[in-house]
């Protein structure tokens, strides 16, 4: 007898209608959550050797749609707002906050971002930089003097201090308790969204209520006295639409929040993974070693600066390909029946795309999964071949708002680091990559840290 699991989820096929894509549901209300949850990237893997790139799957309580491939993730990112819609988990919507625009939609989405993407302009990047300099070498001279660290909770501690400083003008050098009340907030977002006393997302809510108290605060001291630094809060306040409109007080509380972990957590996942690959491929240590020293550029770093490191630039983009920081996108809810690949995709049902296994297709990358910046020498530039084969911060209308200040960022971190610095992995520690809720080396990335001799002054 069919029981009602398979009842609820069959399908009729009539002739002439499209089928849907191969899968299994797995067991009744968890679905595949556990397995998927015990090993996201075999999860995947197993199920694209088997099935092909569309699948269908049971996770988190919906039935969901799998996607691989630049093709795929084209459908969805040119059908956004259309047939698919942005849907965030439960513990998302209230720790990030009604007015974030992670859980806007339609039109609501883009007239806010239009406003939010003031904070991130040209203008705004250049002001940045400097900040951005002084911060890295206060690290790079403090990771020297301890000789041996464990990279990838410093890079959080240093990416923490970036955003803090950039976004709402505090160092949280100066203000440890704000770096403990972030990180009981932060660590509930993928939390069981129940509310008891002393459970983790509770503990979340009471960090995001004592957050925005704080945010609260420095909007008040600013609408009292301007701040003559452009942090991002600043460029906030007074940013406004077409029509003269500005944001409301709680709309730059909630969005000032979702950019300190937007801004922290995945800059933290690549600026490891940039440090990883680099100890392990000496060759391109060197190479971009060498680009430095030929530029020979001075001090401060420029905007115009970065753009001459253009092996470094190729260093970057496959870091970001080989090792993305999410591996899988937020979830859509398809809004309307459609069909891709042969397949129908029901109204109702939810569709994830899936940014590493896009990243090493070998229909794109020769040698996919092997480390080589070659990938994006001018004369191959394999992501321009093929549209959304590179997606590390999405595509189309949602792509990531903060993509620019993200790569700022990372090529400034890198190019120090690079001229004045050497490490080396130390002995005995599992380098195995965790990818939920961010790609992470198991241990952290233990090395030995020191400045070179010949490193340029």
Partial sequence: MTSLWTQRFAWQTPKGKLPLPPGHFGLPIVGESISYLRDPARFIEQRQKRYGTIFKTHLFGR?????????????????????????????????????SIGVKTGSAHQMLRRQLFQAFGPRALAEYARAM??????????????????????LKKYTLDVACKLFVGVETASDENLEKVYE????????IPIRFPGSKFDRAVRAREQLLARIDEMIHQRQQHRNSNQDVLEIL??????????????????????????????????????????????????????EQEQLGLTQPLTHEHLKQMIYLEQVLKEVLRIAPPVVRSGSRKVLESCEFGGYRIPQGWDVFY???????????????KQF??????????????????????????????????????????????????????????????????????????????????????
């Fill in 63 to 99: 039935p969901t749609i799998v996607f691989i491939g630049a093709d795929a993730t084209r459908f969805l990112f040119t059908n956004e707002s259309q047939r698919f819609e942005m849907t965030n988990t439960p513990s998302f919507k209230v720790l990030l906050g009604a007015n």
């Fill in 133 to 154: 300099e002084n911060i890295t070498r206060r690290y790079l001279h403090e990771w020297e003097r301890m000789g041996t660290l464990t990279w990838y909770p410093e």
């Fill in 184 to 191: 009981t907030w932060s660590e509930g977002l993928l939390s």
């Fill in 237 to 290: 306040l007074q940013a406004q639409d077409e029509a003269g409109n500005r944001l409301s007080s709680e709309e730059v509380k909630d969005n000032v929040l979702g950019m300190l972990v937007a801004g922290h957590e995945t800059l933290t996942s690549a600026l490891t993974s940039l440090c990883l690959l680099l100890a392990q491929h000496p060759e391109v240590l060197q190479a971009a070693r060498a």
């Fill in 354 to 368: 899936q940014i590493q296994e896009t990243h090493q297709d070998e229909n794109v990358y020769t040698q996919a």
């Fill in 372 to 457: 080589n910046p070659e990938h994006f020498a001018p004369e191959q530039a394999f992501d321009k071949q093929k549209v959304y084969s590179h997606i590390p911060f999405g595509g189309g209308i949602r792509e990531c708002l903060g993509k620019e200040f993200a790569r700022l960022e990372m090529k400034l971190f890198a190019a120090l680091l690079i001229r004045e610095y050497q490490w080396e992995l130390l002995p005995g520690q599992n380098l195995e990559r965790v990818v939920l809720p961010f790609s992470r080396p198991h241990d952290g990335l233990k090395v030995k840290f020191w400045r070179r001799e010949a490193s340029m002054k």
